[in-house]
């Protein structure tokens, strides 16, 4: 049976053409996209029908309307609006245990999928982390840290994943690191060497594990020190 083809409005075809201009990266966030007389030739439409379409991008937070400077790139995708708000409204101990079931999940297909470009990028991140943690240098730390969890999830192997965990890490990340101490004789877990480990050894039992460890580590400290202690290491 052949389906009936759905009919778009012009300003819904507009729409999704400077939606891919933003989502392909043609245009970059925070870049101001081309005066309304150009986009208008460009697309051969009205007034009326562009600024609806970009009244519609503003609605769910691609664009941005500055009165008297222009029309900005506010985000590059839809999915990253809608969770990272989601996220921004959770506290400390619910994003924990959403990062929970992320990260024991891609460390599971990991074990599996890895591959050895990937091992090399998780042990360059986990060294950084721990000559971080040794300096006390906190901004290192936290790159280093999000840069390994990235590149942990980056060998499951599944886009849809990487999408969903690249789109809020770093809101999880600042939710972590705003209620941890750097404290290497307490943390045992600064580096994620068991991890990395486990994963090289397509341990899947080990891995999952590791991920319980730390992640109920991070709620300990969460209910200890409450959701708005300062990110600092301990002396």
Not at 32 to 46: C, N, T, V, W, Y
Not at 107 to 115: E, F, K, N, Q, S
Not at 133 to 154: E, G
Not at 160 to 184: G, K, W
Request: glycine content about 4%.
């Amino acid at each position: 049976m052949v389906e009936k083809l759905e009919r778009k409005s012009l300003a819904e075809q507009v729409y999704e053409q400077i939606k891919a201009e933003i989502t392909t990266g043609t245009w970059k966030i925070g870049e101001r996209i081309p005066k309304e007389a150009d986009l208008m030739s460009q697309f051969g439409i009205s007034r009326n029908t562009l600024r609806e379409a970009i009244r519609a991008l503003a609605h769910i937070g691609l664009l941005e309307t500055k009165q008297g400077d222009g029309t900005f790139v506010r985000n590059d995708s839809e999915l990253k609006v809608i969770v990272q708000k989601r996220v921004q409204e959770s506290s400390v101990q619910e994003i924990l245990e959403i990062r929970h079931a992320l990260d024991r999940e891609a460390v599971i297909l990991a074990c599996t999928r890895r591959t050895k470009q990937d091992l090399q990028d998780m042990d360059k991140y986990m060294k950084l982390c721990l000559e971080a943690s040794t300096k006390k240098d906190i901004s290192m730390f936290v790159k280093a840290d999000a840069a390994l969890h990235l590149t942990i999830v980056k060998a499951a192997h599944n886009k849809l994943l990487l999408d969903m965990y690249a789109n809020i890490l770093e809101d999880i990340q600042f939710s972590i690191t705003s209620t941890t101490e750097i404290n290497p004789s307490e943390n045992k877990h600064h580096g994620h060497t068991a991890l990395v480990t486990a994963i090289k050894a397509r341990d899947k039992e080990n891995a999952a594990h590791e991920v319980t460890e730390y992640i109920t580590y991070f709620q300990q400290v969460a209910a200890k020190n409450g959701e708005n202690n300062e990110f600092r290491f301990n002396e």
